[in-house]
């Protein structure tokens, strides 16, 4: 390359070089013309020179203050040409540094993709405005005025009723440990007690729900309901019996683990958006009424979505299928596949609903603190992390009363997630099968097949030791 010089610049002027380079060459060939623009432009401003280690050193303060006068000279004699004389010259290298591309293995991960994600928000909303056209083209409107109450929903009462009088358990359970505190009973009386009041809690249910022709939505939430207390009472009883051992112990005179039985506690506990009982909780100092109103207005919106979307999308597509057992293969996994766009969205509003709208929105007015009711569960890269973040009340319990328990009690750790997965599958199959009046272990088998499921992309992550090679196993 050939030496050179631009004559506007004077040799004995000092100014700061500013700059990565390859060679030391081409730091000596390119500082004039460098200085130059840099004093025009930023004066005042730090600068480190870089060699190809990628280390550098601070030009001394002499150098600094050099330049600033030089280059405030120059900007007030001509303020124009300073910005424009030396910069973009044909001869100042383009390529400085080895560079991967965006969307290479080692770069994709450390920048962001937001215009990307507007992209598919933009392609998300086209795809899906086409098909709301089509369905209605195709269907019509299929919404009509019994969508939210009508004549049938009257034949739900019984269910209601039974609704309301699901408390009694909880009270039935305060009072036989009332009467264990008071020596009136002993502790194996006290347990099977328990056994007897969560078991009635959810039989008496079933039997409501078997015994009248109610509506599938009514079913479903009477038996979500009666879970959920269930799952409570097994807690209430756990913890109150830990209690009871741990005052007994040395550690009796610790604050927290005395033993307590309070009205008051089961009460808010009962009612508070978790299922792991604790006699204490951390709260806020405050309600925010205007955030709950407009939490309430997005519950309203996500759950009409909802039914819009069933009886608009899923209900035509399930009434005018045949049976997958009767069709073709490739029929029934055409009928899949175009309910799963639907079902997906019905989803993700109800988790939406549910998980971020309504548990906010009962943890404000009880001023519950703990509001993790989910994490990043999109994130997830195996099946084991997806059951750990996106139902956190259920896992805290299930790790509280099932899982440690088991492994206190010697129980290997692969049998005690095993156990955890039974009780999940039992209860996802008392809530799908009792509503419905069909009982064909569906909803069991499902979650059970969950469990290998966790084992193969745990084996994958170790493997691989990828995070795209397992999200897409999850995935898939």
């Known amino acids: 390359m050939a030496m050179f010089e631009s004559p506007e610049i004077s040799g004995s002027s000092t100014a700061t070089v500013i700059g990565t380079s390859r060679s030391e060459s081409d730091l000596n060939h390119f500082a004039p013309r460098r200085r130059a623009v840099n004093n025009a432009v930023d004066a005042g401003t730090r600068v480190v020179e870089r060699n190809n280690s990628g280390n550098g ?129 002993s502790e194996r009386t006290l347990i099977l007690l328990h056994i007897l009041i969560s078991t009635l809690a959810v039989l008496y249910p079933v039997v409501v729900i078997l015994r009248c022709d109610s509506a599938f939505l009514s079913g479903i939430a009477l038996m979500l309901f009666a879970c959920i207390v269930w799952l409570k009472l097994v807690s209430y009883a756990h913890t109150n019996s830990d209690m009871r051992s741990v005052a007994k112990s040395t550690e009796k005179g610790s604050e927290g683990c005395m033993y307590n039985v309070s009205f008051r506690s089961l009460a808010y506990f009962m009612a508070a958006p978790t299922l792991c009982y604790q006699t204490s909780y951390p709260r806020t100092a405050s309600i925010r009424k205007n955030w709950v109103v407009r939490q309430f207005i997005k519950l309203i919106i996500f759950t009409g979505l909802m039914g819009f979307i069933i009886e608009q999308y899923i209900n035509p597509i399930v009434q005018n299928s045949q049976h997958p057992l009767k069709a073709n293969f490739l029929y029934a996994i055409e009928r899949i596949l175009k309910l799963s766009v639907p079902n997906t969205y019905v989803w993700l509003c109800m988790f939406y609903s549910f998980f971020h709208l309504w548990l906010n929105i009962l943890a404000e007015l009880l001023r519950f603190g703990d509001r993790e009711f989910y994490k990043d569960w999109w994130n997830a890269k195996t099946v084991e992390e997806y059951w750990r973040m996106w139902n956190m009340p259920v896992h805290k319990w ?35 099968a009792v509503p419905c009046h069909l009982f064909k272990l569906w909803a069991f088998f499902g979650i059970m097949f969950q469990a290998p499921l966790v084992l193969i992309t745990s084996y994958l992550q170790n493997k691989f030791q990828s995070s795209m090679v397992c999200a897409y196993s999850f995935l898939s």
């Open 57 to 185: 050193e601070t030009v001394d303060a002499r150098d600094r203050m050099e330049s600033a006068n030089f280059s405030r000279e120059n900007v007030n004699e001509n303020p124009t040409n300073s910005d424009t004389r030396f910069t973009y010259r044909p001869s100042v290298p383009a390529h400085w540094r080895i560079k991967e591309s965006p969307l290479s293995s080692d770069n994709i991960f450390q920048q962001s993709h937001a215009g990307l994600f507007n992209l598919c928000v933009v392609v998300l909303v086209a795809v899906n405005s086409r098909l709301i056209i089509e369905n209605l083209m195709k269907y019509g409107w299929l919404i009509r005025s019994g969508f939210w109450f009508s004549s049938r929903s009257l034949r739900d009462w019984p269910l209601f009723m039974c609704c309301l009088s699901l408390p009694i358990f909880p009270i039935a359970a305060f009072v036989v440990e009332k009467l264990l505190q008071q020596n009136q009973i």
């Open 398 to 432: 299930m790790v509280r009363h099932i899982y440690l328990p088991c492994l206190r009690n010697g129980i290997p750790k692969g049998v005690a997630v095993l156990i955890a997965f039974l009780v999940s599958a039992i209860f996802h199959e008392l809530c799908i």
